[in-house]
Each structure stands twice: as C-alpha cells, then as structure tokens.
C-alpha cells in the first residue's frame, strides 16, 4: 500500500506516519526528515537546502523527487510507503506518478488532514523530538511518561526544529495555501482522497485514518 498524509504544517502528519509504521510496519518517507539529515550531514543538497527551510519556503522540486526516487529504491518492493510532506507542488506530485509507475506501484489513498491554521501555532511552537530515536512529543499535548525520559527508547535528550517558530511557520502556512493544496483537485478526480478532522484527539485521529486504510489493508 502506498499512501499520501496531505495537510499543512503541524496538522500531524508526522505523528500520524509514526503510528502506522509501528503498526503496519510501513516506511514513513519524509522530504522534511530527510532534508534535515542532509543539513546535518552537510552535504550538498543539505548545505543547498538549509537557508531555504529556515526562511519556510520551499526546496527545489528536483531535490526532493531524487531524494524520494532513492529512499523507494532501498525498499523492499512489497514494503508499503507513507509519503510524508511530499508531494507539495504540482511537479512533485508528476513526479511521484513517474516514479511510481517506474517501480510498478501505485497510489491507494491520499489521507488529508483538514485542520484549523489558527491552532497550528502553537501545536509547532511546542512540538519537540527525541535527539537518539525521533519519536515527537508536544510540550502540551503529547508529554513524556517520565519528564525528561523517552517512553520509546529511554534517551534523555531532546530536540527542537530551528524552523518552528511563529515567524517561520506563517510562511510555511502560505506555501502550503499556495502550492500545495492546489494539488488536491487533482486526487480528487481520482476518488483517491479521504477527509480526516486533524483538529480531533491524535487516538480519534489516527482511528479515522485506519477506516479508511481497512479494505485495501
Ligand atoms: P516538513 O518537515 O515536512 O514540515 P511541515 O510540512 O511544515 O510539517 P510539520 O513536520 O511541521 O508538521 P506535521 O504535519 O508533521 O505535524 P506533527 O505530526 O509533527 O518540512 C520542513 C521544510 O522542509 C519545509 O518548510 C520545506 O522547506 C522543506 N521541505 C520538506 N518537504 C519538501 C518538499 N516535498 N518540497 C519542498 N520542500 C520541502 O505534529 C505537530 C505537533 O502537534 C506535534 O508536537 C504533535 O505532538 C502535535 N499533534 C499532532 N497531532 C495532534 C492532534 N491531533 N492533537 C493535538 N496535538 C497534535
Ligand atoms: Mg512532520
């Protein structure tokens, strides 16, 4: 099963994908993820990638279909994916259907997370990770068991994106109004999109999400 989780920034789609690689052992493909272990490793496409996320705007559409492209070709070829945060423009979501059929899979379902902006926020401004295996928690809604203590790995360091200020996500907001959701109708012609309220509890949420997942799972 390949499958697309579409919202804005903080809608949860990170968290959503972390839930259905444990439970369906999926591979969750992050761009955003995947860019920022580029930052850190300075590579090319990192060094050529860092100031353009810092400011909230988008990477080059070549960049983030390359790094796709590869990430796919690691996988086994019965692994299902989870494009997180990809496809975002017109262009990548051509590309996604190039570089699908170029590996003989498919699209099931594009998952939308509709969410309300005015909360997003305050969901990025208090969103942080575990620094040894990523598992996200939020400073209001998603605590750990043990302040201070990794309920997945037991780390004890955390960490907080440099983009995820208030600034930053308003521009990272109106890139997605602009050119991201514009690619909606697209799926939509296909009668592959499933609504989701992103505003519900994360269990509601993710509840939903498995609904619609069932009959083709
Ligand atoms: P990326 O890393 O993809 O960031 P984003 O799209 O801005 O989305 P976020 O990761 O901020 O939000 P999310 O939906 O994953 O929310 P989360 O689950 O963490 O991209 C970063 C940058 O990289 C971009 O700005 C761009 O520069 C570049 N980039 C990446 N991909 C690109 C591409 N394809 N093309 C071009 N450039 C690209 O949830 C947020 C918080 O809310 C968490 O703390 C969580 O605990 C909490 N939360 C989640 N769900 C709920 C809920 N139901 N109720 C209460 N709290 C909740
Ligand atoms: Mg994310």
Same mark, same amino acid.
């Given at each position: 099963?390949?499958?697309?989780?579409?919202?804005? *920034?903080?809608?949860?789609? !990170?968290?959503?994908?972390?839930? @259905?690689?444990?439970?369906?052992? #999926?591979?969750?493909?992050?761009?955003?993820? #995947?860019?920022?272990?580029?930052?850190?490793?300075? +590579? *090319? +496409?990192?060094?050529?990638?860092?100031?353009?996320?810092?400011?909230?705007? @988008?990477?080059?559409?070549?960049?983030?279909?390359?790094? =796709?492209?590869?990430?796919?070709? %690691?996988?086994?070829?019965?692994?299902?994916?989870?494009?997180?945060?990809?496809?975002?423009?017109?262009?990548?979501?051509?590309?996604?259907?190039? =570089?699908?059929?170029?590996? !003989?899979?498919?699209?099931?379902?594009? =998952?939308?997370?509709? &969410?309300?902006?005015?909360?997003?926020?305050?969901?990025?401004?208090?969103?942080?990770?575990? %620094?040894?295996?990523?598992? !996200?928690?939020?400073?209001?809604?998603?605590?750990?068991?043990?302040?201070?203590?990794?309920?997945?790995?037991?780390?004890?360091?955390?960490?907080?994106?440099?983009?995820?200020?208030?600034? +930053?996500?308003?521009?990272?907001?109106?890139?997605?109004?602009?050119?991201?959701?514009?690619?909606?109708?697209?799926?939509?012609?296909?009668? =592959?999109?499933?609504?989701?309220?992103? #505003?519900?509890? #994360?269990?509601? &949420?993710?509840?939903?999400?498995?609904?619609?997942? %069932?009959?083709?799972?």
């Amino acid at each position: 099963m390949n499958i697309i989780l579409l919202g804005p *920034p903080g809608a949860g789609k !990170g968290t959503q994908a972390q839930r @259905l690689v444990d439970k369906h052992g #999926m591979r969750q493909l992050s761009t955003g993820d #995947m860019l920022r272990a580029a930052v850190k490793a300075g +590579t *090319p +496409t990192g060094l050529e990638a860092k100031a353009v996320m810092e400011r909230g705007e @988008l990477v080059s559409d070549a960049i983030v279909s390359a790094l =796709i492209g590869d990430e796919l070709d %690691a996988m086994g070829p019965d692994m299902g994916a989870i494009f997180d945060g990809y496809p975002r423009t017109e262009a990548q979501a051509e590309s996604l259907d190039a =570089i699908l059929d170029a590996r !003989g899979r498919k699209l099931d379902h594009v =998952i939308e997370l509709e &969410v309300n902006e005015d909360a997003l926020v305050e969901r990025i401004t208090g969103r942080f990770t575990c %620094a040894t295996c990523g598992k !996200g928690y939020h400073d209001t809604f998603e605590k750990p068991k043990a302040e201070g203590t990794c309920d997945k790995c037991g780390g004890h360091e955390f960490k907080r994106r440099p983009d995820d200020n208030a600034e +930053t996500v308003r521009t990272r907001m109106a890139e997605y109004r602009a050119k991201t959701a514009p690619i909606l109708p697209v799926y939509e012609a296909r009668g =592959i999109v499933g609504k989701v309220d992103g #505003m519900a509890d #994360m269990d509601e &949420v993710t509840a939903a999400i498995e609904a619609i997942l %069932a009959p083709s799972s």
